[in-house]
Nanobody
Framework: QVRLEESGGGLVQAGGSLRLSCAAS????????MGWFRQAPGKGREFVAA????????YYGDSVKGRFTVSKDNAKATVYLQMNNLKPEDTAIYYC?????????????????WGQGTQVTVSS
């Protein structure tokens, strides 16, 4: 089991940027695919971005392509989500998750470890 803790959320104006971090402990990130999901009030959890255990492939949800970038630093056991040109519809709780080399990297149920989430609020 990987223990995950997100940080970096906050309040930002539309057009602004935030960088979320996800610190992992308990297992090495080099063996896990890592994903970011978000959940807005009254909505289900939505796939945002993911990065393969090898770091050589990244994936994005359609609503964030071209604005968000996922990366990781295995030495620091940390995954990042750089969010640029934020929009009010990006407002949500953002969750970091870990999966053991999954085929369905965009699927919520592929992930066995989850963080507690960090709130991102984008004002118009």
């Amino acid at each position: 089991q990987v223990r995950l803790e997100e940080s970096g959320g906050g309040l930002v104006q539309a057009g602004g940027s935030l960088r979320l971090s996800c610190a992992a402990s308990g297992r090495t990130l080099s063996r896990h695919d890592m994903g970011w999901f978000r959940q807005a009030p009254g909505k289900g959890r939505e796939f945002v971005a993911a990065i393969r255990w090898s770091g050589d492939s990244t994936y994005y949800g359609d609503s964030v392509k071209g604005r968000f970038t996922v990366s990781k630093d295995n030495a620091k056991a940390t995954v990042y989500l750089q969010m640029n040109n934020l929009k009010p519809e990006d407002t949500a709780i953002y969750y970091c998750a870990a999966a053991v080399k999954t085929l369905r990297i965009k699927t919520e149920t592929s992930y066995s470890s989850w963080g507690q989430g960090t709130q991102v609020t984008v004002s118009s």
